[in-house]
Nanobody, 120 residues
Framework: VQLQASGGGLVQVGGSLRLSCVVS????????MGWYRQAPGKQRELVAV???????NYSASVEDRFTISRDNAKNTVYLQMNSLKPEDTAVYYC???????????????WGQGTLVTVSS
């Protein structure tokens, strides 16, 4: 299983970015998907998660600025980030629980991370 994240970059305060993460491999389906972030010197933290049925949950720090969505047909999760702040600067990681085709087990997987830098 591979999770390929993309869409990070450098943006000014108040700007927007859209992250994408595609899950590929020998899978039956993808269950909950989410985005986490890790700023320099800090622990990785939850940003947002979304169920297979599309129910989102957000960290309080991003709830009114970020939107998580998914396309089950494409095994892809998105994170639309608006009104970005310097404190949003971090490496953003996608995560997914995947039902494996061969083993029939549900396992969690991480993407490689994509850097978001918000400059003031």
């Amino acid at each position: 299983v591979q999770l390929q994240a993309s869409g990070g970059g450098l943006v000014q305060v108040g700007g927007s970015l859209r992250l994408s993460c595609v899950v590929s491999g020998s899978i039956l389906f993808v269950n909950d998907m989410g985005w986490y972030r890790q700023a320099p010197g800090k622990q990785r933290e939850l940003v947002a998660v979304i169920s297979r049925g599309g129910t989102p949950n957000y960290s309080a720090s991003v709830e009114d600025r970020f939107t998580i969505s998914r396309d089950n047909a494409k095994n892809t999760v998105y994170l639309q980030m608006n009104s970005l702040k310097p404190e949003d600067t971090a490496v953003y990681y996608c995560h997914a629980y995947v039902l494996m085709r061969v083993s029939g087990t549900m396992d969690g997987y991480w993407g490689q991370g994509t850097l978001v830098t918000v400059s003031s």
